[in-house]
């Protein structure tokens, strides 16, 4: 009774279109659910995540659950988590995803999930990390260990969106550094971020995190654009 005069006054809505979700949905509404464009990545080799870092960084296993276009439910999705506070798309994003990574056996090796981190200042700004529920999630799934300690942003940036991918990544060349090297020694670790566009953020996290000995690097990201 409590929760169904909570749910009177403050309803629960589709994060993606703002409909009045069912009781037996969550997060997002049946509708949304299926219209989303899920790319099964994980499920096949040489796919087109695992191809952006081709001749790059070696990479073990690369996935993103979703493709991102531009006015498209999981841009909405991304935006309402990024800037409107809505942490439980990540929560919704990172069990979906964890579910299915359990179930392969390539991701059943994993030992940590780092997510790409933000400068303090941002941090403090925002009041949280988008990826990091996210990331414990898939972490809880693979039953990884959670760390957000080892790898931080030593330099504040500006957004990433309108820039070309030279300048991506002259801007994000060296804005990361490695602490407690120690945790991730002879490691399977698996990055994880929101979106992956050029590939050169999480490049730059890949060679900071290879500065730990016998490191092995996995990617993992809420959507991918295409």
């Known amino acids: 009774m409590f929760q169904s005069i909570i749910d009177l006054f403050f309803p629960k809505v589709c994060y993606a279109c703002y409909v009045h979700l069912q009781d037996y949905e969550q997060y997002v509404c049946t509708s949304c659910r299926h219209s989303l464009p899920v790319t099964n990545y994980h499920f096949n080799a040489n796919n087109a995540v695992e191809k952006v870092f081709y001749g790059r960084e070696k990479v073990e296993q690369a996935t993103a659950l979703l493709r991102f276009e531009k006015k498209s439910i999981v841009q909405q999705l991304i935006h309402n988590l990024k800037y409107r506070g809505y942490e439980e798309i990540g929560v919704f994003l990172g069990q979906w995803l964890g579910n299915e990574l359990k179930e392969i056996a390539a991701y059943n090796e994993i030992d940590i999930v780092i997510p790409v981190p933000l400068h303090k200042k941002k941090l403090k700004k925002r009041g949280y990390n988008q990826v990091a529920k ?93």
Request: charged share 20%; aromatic share 6%.
């Open 134 to 226: 996210f990331g414990q999630e898939i972490a809880k799934a693979l039953q990884a260990d959670y760390n957000d300690a080892s790898l931080i942003k030593i330099t504040n940036t500006t957004s990433q969106v309108t820039k070309k991918r030279f300048a991506r990544w002259q801007t994000n060349y060296e804005l990361f550094a490695l602490q407690n090297a120690s945790l991730i020694e002879n490691k399977h670790v698996l990055i994880v971020d929101d979106i992956i566009t050029t590939g050169a953020t999480l490049e730059s996290c890949i060679q900071i995190l290879n500065k730990a000995k016998n490191v092995k690097i996995s990617i993992a990201t809420m959507a991918i654009v295409q």
